[in-house]
């Protein structure tokens, strides 16, 4: 039994390590991954699910120790982990195809409220690339070179051309969160 425990324990280990990752890229779900009565966590993440499967495990290995872990809640434990550990590799062996078909769908669709967070990003570097540009100007007039002068307005053109950037990109999502508040 101990070596059976300890085969998962290394199992559940490498699946933690490849739920991270594919947590780290993805994000959260809008939705939760598993039902309720296979994952209790409700969650939204893979890492959360393995901890689960992996604290179940760790019951299983106390229950062993102590010698009384019975026939019955072995096997009880055995068939929700292996539900589990098959529902975790699902997820995790679907991943490229998801992907896939996001590409295919296109961007995932931002929620207002993180059209609003990108929109005070946009804000805030468009406040500060006007600040450096005002800089650049104000050099620009106390070069004291012609070298140095054309070493500043290209300073000065690449600035320009980055708020304009940004300018556009604020306006883009400020359109967005427009039409999406209005329907």
Same mark, same amino acid.
């Given at each position: 039994?101990? /070596? !059976? %425990?300890? +085969?998962?324990?290394?199992? *559940?280990?490498?699946?933690?390590?490849?739920?991270? @990752?594919?947590? #780290? =890229?993805?994000?959260?779900?809008?939705?939760?991954?598993?039902?309720?009565?296979?994952?209790?966590?409700?969650?939204?993440?893979?890492?959360?699910?393995?901890?689960?499967?992996?604290?179940?495990?760790?019951?299983?290995?106390?229950?062993?120790?102590?010698?009384?872990?019975?026939?019955?809640?072995?096997?009880?434990?055995?068939?929700?982990?292996? /539900? !589990? %550990?098959? +529902?975790?590799?699902?997820? *995790?062996?679907?991943?490229?195809?998801?992907?896939? @078909?996001?590409? #295919? =769908?296109?961007?995932?669709?931002?929620?207002?409220?993180?059209?609003?967070?990108?929109?005070?990003?946009?804000?805030?570097?468009?406040?500060?690339?006007?600040?450096?540009?005002?800089?650049?100007?104000?050099?620009?007039?106390?070069?004291?070179?012609?070298?140095?002068?054309?070493?500043?307005?290209?300073?000065?053109?690449?600035?320009?051309?980055?708020?304009?950037?940004?300018?556009?990109?604020?306006?883009?999502?400020?359109?967005?969160?427009?039409?999406? @508040?209005?329907?």
């Amino acid at each position: 039994m101990k /070596a !059976q %425990i300890d +085969a998962m324990a290394q199992h *559940l280990d490498q699946l933690a390590v490849q739920a991270a @990752e594919v947590d #780290r =890229r993805r994000g959260e779900a809008k939705a939760p991954l598993f039902a309720t009565p296979l994952f209790h966590c409700k969650g939204k993440l893979l890492t959360p699910c393995v901890n689960e499967a992996q604290g179940l495990l760790a019951v299983m290995r106390r229950d062993h120790q102590q010698g009384v872990l019975t026939d019955a809640r072995a096997t009880h434990i055995c068939e929700t982990l292996l /539900a !589990q %550990i098959t +529902a975790l590799q699902r997820e *995790l062996a679907t991943q490229p195809l998801r992907k896939q @078909e996001q590409a #295919r =769908r296109g961007p995932r669709r931002q929620s207002i409220g993180e059209l609003y967070q990108d929109l005070a990003k946009h804000q805030d570097w468009e406040r500060r690339l006007a600040d450096k540009l005002r800089d650049a100007n104000a050099s620009v007039e106390m070069a004291s070179s012609p070298a140095v002068r054309q070493q500043y307005q290209k300073q000065v053109l690449a600035l320009e051309q980055r708020l304009a950037r940004c300018t556009k990109a604020r306006e883009r999502i400020e359109t967005t969160i427009t039409y999406r @508040e209005k329907r």
